[in-house]
């Protein structure tokens, strides 16, 4: 089975720290992907990347960088954490697309409140 | 652009009834249409695909969704309800000649009463 791994399943951080959010995929993954969850406002996604030191801004990358130096972790980096950043927080992974799109699976989440 | 929405908060239905959870996408292409489910505490899990081919899709737990290209629409079904089925369902979709990720829905809320 695909196991994605986030690092805390809850965070608490004072506003103007610099926040750091692991992710770890088991399965060989290309795609990764980082998205916000907030009551009626769905999924969000914040950035992704389809291979090794690539990425693609997502449609709120506002406040938010990402690294992915190795295929199997994608962080995400809150440069300098906002109350307005207070959210789940949903790493997943997928296989390339290639010519049919692949599921994603997603880990269990991080909850992150900023203080 | 590729957009999907949601227009239930949330759907009630009794158990052993038939449930629709609705989802309209606007693309400009031709779409991948997903369903995925989050049980309480639990992480997102991926239900079902549309990806070419026959218009009604087959799932896990029982679940099936239609695509309809004329009304844009990929409905989520199921012919009969179980307390179990309660949870909060995303819809999501990707243009196939758009980016790579896909834009999900707000969400609906499914509760099913005994």
């Known amino acids: 089975d695909v196991k994605v791994t986030q690092s805390s399943r809850y965070l608490v951080k004072r506003t103007g720290e610099k926040v750091f959010l692991e992710c770890v995929q088991d399965?060989?993954?290309?795609?990764m992907f980082w998205y916000r969850q907030d009551p009626g406002l769905g999924l969000r996604l914040i950035y992704f990347?389809?291979?090794?030191?690539?990425?693609e801004k997502g449609d709120i990358p506002e406040g938010y960088s990402v690294s992915r130096e190795k295929k199997e972790r994608f962080s995400l980096i809150l440069e300098s954490a906002s109350t307005n950043q207070t959210s789940m927080y949903l790493c997943?992974?997928?296989?390339?697309?290639?010519?049919?799109?692949?599921?994603?699976?997603f880990g269990p989440g991080t909850r992150l409140t900023v203080l | 652009a590729q957009s999907v929405a949601q227009p239930e908060d949330q759907v009630n239905v009794a158990e052993g009834n038939p449930l629709t959870v609705k989802c309209t996408y606007s693309v400009s292409g031709n779409p991948y249409l997903f369903w995925y489910v989050q049980y309480p505490n639990r992480g997102l899990q991926f239900l079902l695909k549309y990806i070419t081919g026959d218009n009604l899709v087959k799932g896990s737990y029982g679940f099936e969704a239609e695509f309809n290209k004329s009304q844009t629409s990929f409905h989520l079904k199921k012919p009969s309800a179980l307390v179990s089925d309660s949870a909060l369902y995303f819809c999501a979709v990707r243009d196939r000649r758009g980016r790579r990720a896909l834009t999900f829905g707000s969400g609906t809320r499914l509760q099913v009463q005994p």
């Open positions: 399965m060989d993954h290309e795609n």
């Open positions: 997943a992974s997928s296989l390339n697309p290639g010519l049919v799109d692949n599921e994603q699976f």
């Open positions: 990347s389809y291979d090794v030191k690539m990425k």
